[in-house]
């Protein structure tokens, strides 16, 4: 199973956010294109880069820091504040590999479904980000994890599907930048129920241990952030771990 390292950004600025929280922010003294340079040469094939400027927004905030960073050696998904089909291009004009959608996934199912038409379910990756309700259902989370949704996530992705969207970023808000191990009961029900999807699991990654069990869960890859930076979870891993 593969490991994408993920890189998020804000004024330039390698951090992390927990739970999405952008008063929760925690900075690392990384620079950016040396960081994704330093995971290529680990071994990674995929980057994972947000935008959380973008995403706060409601629009692509950091394209020339995203063309630098595509340039680092290894193919970058990325993502934050993809409104229009202008934003797709620009970040694939930029050297993106796939533009990660979310909220126009959710609210605006038929644009989503003609850009899959004209991009492709290659260039495109839904990122699903969910957050339990008071009842213990799923919902979806939109604007940069702001805004409650109230869509039904199955039914959205069986239409995807027969779309054409091939990858599916996943995301328990709940887990994500505390360290806390990621829900595998989550991710294994959603491969086993949409076994098409190349799924990748964000949120909660911590070490080798969390990884291979992610990998029995039938997910294609996870993210981790703060597991890399943090050493948790070794670059040697990037390698070892490559599909």
Same mark, same amino acid.
């Given at each position: 199973?593969?490991?994408?390292?993920?890189?998020?950004?804000?004024?330039?600025?390698?951090?992390?956010?927990?739970?999405?929280?952008?008063?929760?922010?925690?900075?690392?003294?990384?620079?950016?294109?040396?960081?994704?340079?330093?995971?290529?040469?680990?071994?990674?094939?995929?980057?994972?880069?947000?935008?959380?400027?973008?995403?706060?927004?409601?629009?692509?905030?950091?394209v020339d820091l995203?063309?630098?960073?595509?340039?680092?050696?290894?193919?970058?998904?990325?993502?934050?504040? *993809?409104?229009?089909?202008?934003?797709?291009?620009?970040?694939?004009?930029?050297?993106? /590999? @796939?533009?990660?959608? /979310?909220?126009?996934?959710? @609210?605006?199912?038929?644009? &989503?479904? +003609?850009?899959?038409? +004209? &991009?492709?379910?290659?260039?495109?990756? !839904?990122?699903?980000?969910?957050? @339990?309700?008071?009842?213990?259902?799923?919902?979806?989370?939109?604007?940069?994890?702001?805004?409650?949704?109230?869509?039904? &996530?199955?039914?959205?992705?069986?239409?995807?599907?027969?779309?054409?969207? @091939?990858?599916? =970023?996943?995301?328990?808000?709940?887990?994500?930048?505390?360290a806390a191990g990621?829900?595998?009961? =989550?991710?294994?029900?959603?491969?086993?129920?949409?076994?098409?999807?190349?799924?990748?699991?964000?949120?909660? *990654?911590?070490?080798?241990?969390?990884?291979?069990? !992610?990998?029995?869960?039938?997910?294609?890859?996870?993210?981790?952030?703060?597991?890399?930076?943090?050493?948790?979870?070794?670059? +040697?891993?990037?390698?070892?771990?490559?599909?």
């Amino acid at each position: 199973m593969n490991i994408i390292p993920a890189i998020d950004l804000r004024d330039g600025r390698v951090v992390r956010l927990r739970q999405g929280d952008f008063a929760r922010e925690r900075q690392f003294d990384h620079d950016a294109f040396a960081l994704a340079q330093r995971y290529a040469g680990a071994g990674a094939a995929w980057l994972h880069v947000v935008d959380l400027d973008g995403a706060r927004s409601g629009a692509p905030a950091q394209v020339d820091l995203l063309a630098h960073i595509a340039r680092a050696g290894a193919r970058v998904q990325a993502g934050g504040g *993809v409104r229009t089909r202008d934003d797709v291009q620009r970040l694939l004009d930029a050297g993106v /590999g @796939r533009a990660v959608v /979310g909220s126009v996934a959710v @609210r605006a199912p038929d644009t &989503f479904v +003609e850009w899959l038409t +004209e &991009f492709g379910g290659d260039r495109l990756c !839904l990122a699903l980000d969910l957050r @339990r309700d008071g009842e213990g259902g799923w919902r979806p989370a939109l604007d940069a994890w702001q805004t409650a949704g109230d869509a039904d &996530f199955a039914a959205l992705l069986d239409r995807h599907a027969e779309a054409g969207l @091939r990858h599916v =970023l996943t995301t328990d808000i709940g887990q994500d930048g505390m360290a806390a191990g990621p829900n595998l009961a =989550l991710y294994s029900e959603l491969a086993s129920r949409w076994p098409q999807f190349d799924w990748i699991a964000s949120g909660g *990654v911590r070490d080798l241990d969390d990884v291979d069990a !992610l990998g029995a869960t039938g997910v294609a890859a996870c993210v981790a952030g703060t597991a890399l930076l943090e050493g948790t979870l070794p670059l +040697e891993a990037l390698c070892s771990r490559a599909a």
